[in-house]
């Protein structure tokens, strides 16, 4: 095996020529309007399942397109969530990317209640003005949370991106979000993570850029 000679700047789109390269070899054809989002899951992971388990509501990628133009927020469960996705992008648009998961009252208020900080966080974002984005990938409770809110008649999310990864509650959360009317961009089963809910933040702050959507 020999090295690619590949100046810095071209790697990524060395990687996506790869990528799309290695989905026509397996033979998967992606949705059009969705391969852009699926081809960067796929090369933030470098896991090639994402292009059979990732789940879109109707027009989910649109209703994101237009929540984050017109000002959406995204608030995610994670820290690192939150420095991966590309800020000055959606910040041209009005929004800021939020996590309240390190707060100190957050974590007093969750072991007092005997709740995760999950479920505060997202109790927390309710309060924001404005339409808000959730971008969860680690804390399934969270997506546990925003349904139950939902039931309860007290929130409405208006985007749920649910990639949690993990073995407890994961698969059971993601499943509640898709069963109900909320847009949303899940990836099914276990695999899933904070750099995937960035990814696919960015793929659509991108092609906004881009001016595709």
């Known amino acids: 095996m020999e090295p690619e000679h590949v100046l810095p700047q071209d790697i990524e789109k060395r990687s996506f020529e790869i990528i799309t390269k290695e989905l026509e070899e397996k033979g998967i054809v992606l949705p059009e309007d969705k391969a852009f989002l699926i081809k960067r899951a796929i090369h933030t992971t470098a896991d090639f399942e994402y292009a059979q388990t990732m789940a879109f509501s109707e027009n989910a990628i649109t209703i994101m397109a237009e929540l984050i133009k017109n000002g959406a ?3 995610t469960d994670t820290n690192m969530g939150l420095s991966g996705i590309n800020k000055s992008e959606l910040k041209k648009h009005g929004g800021e990317v939020h996590c309240f998961m390190a707060d100190e009252d957050v974590a007093i208020e969750a072991k007092e209640r005997g709740v995760t900080r999950a ?7 309710t ?3 404005g339409d808000v984005i959730f971008a969860i990938g680690n804390a399934p409770t969270a ?3 925003l349904r ?7 929130f409405v999310p208006k985007f749920v991106i ?7 509650n994961v698969e059971y959360g993601k499943e ?6 909320i847009p949303y961009i899940v990836n099914r089963g276990r695999k899933g993570g904070s ?3 960035a990814a696919i933040c960015n793929a659509v702050l991108y092609e906004i850029r881009k001016g595709n959507l």
């Open 148 to 154: 139950k809110m939902y039931d309860e008649g007290k």
């Open 127 to 129: 309060k924001l003005e």
């Open 119 to 125: 479920v505060v966080s997202m109790e927390r974002a």
């Open 73 to 75: 927020h995204i608030v």
């Open 195 to 197: 750099n995937v809910a």
């Open 143 to 145: 997506l546990i949370n």
């Open 176 to 181: 509640l979000i898709m069963d109900t009317d």
């Open 162 to 168: 649910g990639v949690p990864v993990g073995f407890v």
